[in-house]
């Protein structure tokens, strides 16, 4: 199984991002899909998720309103698309992977990172 991120980099504060997870491995359509955040020195965080199959989306209070998580189960890809970024948002970006109804099966990314800067 394999979960490659894209599209991080550098943007000022109030700017946009898109990130991209291309999955390979597994089944899709059969996994809850999910970004985490790991900014430095802090514990890693959920930021958003969708769900297999009903697609119900969660996101973290600090980015309600600003991000959205989407996922296309044809190309096997989730999707984070970030505006109005804030230097708060700067940390890696990890994609995340769990099987609907197996909790134990789940991957991780490699990451990619972002920084909100001047």
């Known amino acids: 199984v394999q979960l490659v991120e894209s599209g991080g980099g550098l943007v000022q504060p109030g700017g946009s991002l898109s990130l991209s997870c291309a999955a390979s491995g597994l089944t899709f359509t059969d996994y809850q899909m999910s970004w985490y955040r790991q900014a430095p020195g802090k514990e890693r965080e959920l930021v958003a998720s969708?769900?297999?199959?009903?697609?119900?989306?969660n996101y973290a209070d600090s980015v309600k309103g600003r991000f959205t998580i989407w996922r296309h189960d044809v190309e096997s890809r989730v999707y984070l698309q970030m505006s109005s970024l804030k230097p708060q948002d700067t940390a890696v970006y990890y994609c995340h992977a769990r099987h609907s109804r197996a909790n134990w099966d789940l991957y991780w990314g490699q990451g990619t990172q972002v920084a909100v800067s001047p």
């Open positions: 969708i769900d297999a199959f009903i697609y119900r989306t």
